[in-house]
């Protein structure tokens, strides 16, 4: 499978969230290959979200967002969860980022098993910090280059239609609600594939 180039994450935020359905996450750590199928991400942009982690200005935390796009930008949520996105913006918006919040698993199933407690294949990965548990995700994968074959990842994968695709509201904010910058596909991405 080809790696992601970095023009691809160089466009609007919203539209790459979608483009990312059906991309295939990589990430190697202890001689291990781990992946997965994206098959639900949410956009975040800046100025004109207020959900976004940008909205207020760039800090510590959020500075990865207004840096180079195909870069991984990780967070500590909850005191105790991380979450893994990949920023991605067009060239007249300062900051955004996709966050990636559900993977069908492919390989390394029995690594994220023992990560994750668990041998419900369907409970591994069917959450952003379920995401980033079972695929040993933390702060420093940060600033991850996710356009170079490294430690984590993002490259070419099943191919999901724009109609197999599902629009809604983000998940677990209380801003920007009326934002569809949900996305996710029901389609099994091992048909027809």
Not at 28 to 39: A, D, L
Request: contains cysteine.
């Amino acid at each position: 499978m080809k790696i992601l180039a970095r023009s691809f994450y160089d466009q609007d935020t919203v539209d790459v969230a979608q483009a990312l359905i059906g991309k295939i996450l990589v990430r190697k750590i202890n001689g291990n290959t781990i992946s997965g199928v994206i098959v639900e991400t949410e956009a975040y942009r800046y100025k004109d979200d207020p959900a976004s982690h940008t909205y207020g200005g760039m800090t510590g935390r959020n500075q990865a967002m207004f840096g180079p796009v195909g870069r991984a930008y990780v967070y500590f949520t909850y005191g105790m969860h991380y979450c893994v996105n990949a920023v991605a913006k067009s060239q007249d918006c300062d900051a955004g980022a996709v966050l990636l919040r559900s993977l069908v698993p492919l390989q390394g199933i029995d690594f994220m098993s023992v990560q994750r407690n668990t041998c419900d294949i369907s409970n591994l990965t069917n959450g952003p910090a379920k995401l980033t548990q079972a695929l040993m995700i933390t702060k420093k994968e940060y600033g991850e280059d996710l356009t170079k074959k490294s430690s984590l990842y993002i490259t070419d994968g099943f191919e999901i239609k724009k109609s197999e695709i599902l629009a809604g509201p983000r998940i677990g904010i209380k801003k920007a609600i009326d934002k569809l910058w949900n996305f996710k596909t029901t389609k099994n991405v091992f048909e027809e594939n």
